[in-house]
DNA sequence: ATCCGATGTCAAT
DNA sequence: TTGACCTCGGATC
């Protein structure tokens, strides 16, 4: 589920509404008592995306990391946090207190006075010290969502690389924050096929790559879904913009196999790139 | 009601 | 390169 801008809108959640409060810790389904116990009742201080890893900061030097993988949510309940993570549902079932109860396999439940946090299905969830912290950051390439990345660190690795393009964008410690679709439609929009070894790549065409990041990666916060079509672009009459857009209209290659390119028409082709879906147009985008 | 695929990563092979 | 992880939404019946 997640690319990067989803693990930032899910850290800023947090710094708006849990940041500054003591919270009560658990682990609803066991398999994180150890790691709840260790931050039950600590005071949360921050909390921060590095890439799709997102970190939570409590007093006493402790940090939980989390990874959501393919699976992992974060579902929440309380003001203010409609539209980050899954819904609870209003059928939600709720305790005698008027909680919500857990629903699935609650890793962790990280609750305030006024709100709660379940997460279910992470690939990865630990307490780590400041040294840890910093070791798994130091490891994660810029993220174009970070105020001073350092895009010079991705363009050194990517520039020596004869790996392809399209597989270095997937590496997380080339850039931080790039999944599958993103990966995609990044290609497409700067016309590169994604074979394309990393090191034929010009410094002009991975500034532009960098930018269109950024400027995509915070749409994808904004608006809460990946939507990379250009207005001009999209199918006639797509009504509305943000979440409720159309699937079909917020892509120009991703999931598109096999359908006209936006462009020119060409069918988008799909290939399995070291495991993972990759689209692109034959026609738009050259070598 | 049921099936399938998915925005990811790692360990085992 | 493949399977495991583990949960959901959406498509299909």
């Known amino acids: ?25 658990s682990s609803p389904q066991g398999r994180f008592a150890e790691g709840a116990a260790a931050v039950d009742g600590h005071r949360l201080l921050a909390a921060e995306a590095w890439g799709k890893q997102m970190f939570l900061g409590f007093e006493g030097d402790l940090w939980l990391r989390v990874h959501l993988g393919m699976y992992g949510m974060w579902r929440f309940s309380g003001p203010g ?7 609870t549902g209003k059928e939600a079932e709720q305790d005698e ?9 609650v890793r962790l439940r990280l609750a305030s006075n ?3 946090g379940d997460l279910s ?15 798994a950051t130091a490891a994660i390439g810029p993220d174009p969502l970070r105020p001073g990345a350092r895009p010079g660190r991705a363009w050194d690795i990517i ?17 931080g924050g790039i999944g599958n679709i993103y990966r995609a439609e990044l290609l497409f929009r700067a016309r590169i096929e994604p074979h394309k070894p990393g090191r034929d790549l010009t410094r002009a065409q991975f500034d532009a790559l960098w930018r269109d990041a950024r400027a995509l990666l915070r749409d994808g916060v904004r608006d809460g879904a990946i939507i990379t079509t250009r207005p001009q672009d999209r ?25 006209p390119c936006r462009i020119c028409g060409t ?17 738009c985008q050259i070598r």
């Open 1 to 25: 589920m997640p690319e990067g801008h989803v693990v930032h809108r899910l850290a800023a959640a947090f710094t708006d509404h849990f940041v500054g409060h003591v919270l009560a810790a």
């Open 81 to 87: 946090l409609a539209g980050i993570g899954r819904r």
């Open 97 to 105: 207190d008027g909680r919500p109860l857990p629903r699935g396999a």
């Open 114 to 116: 006024t709100h709660i």
């Open 121 to 135: 299905g992470p690939t990865f969830c630990g307490i780590e010290t400041p040294a840890e912290k910093a070791a």
């Open 159 to 175: 520039s020596a690389s004869k790996m392809s393009i399209g597989q270095l964008l997937m590496r997380q410690n080339v850039i």
């Open 235 to 259: 199918p006639a009459g797509t009504p509305v913009v943000g979440r409720r857009m159309r699937r079909d209209a917020r892509s120009y290659v991703a999931f598109r196999n096999g359908e």
């Open 267 to 283: 069918p988008i082709a799909m290939e399995l790139m070291a495991g993972r879906k990759l689209y692109w147009c034959p026609t």
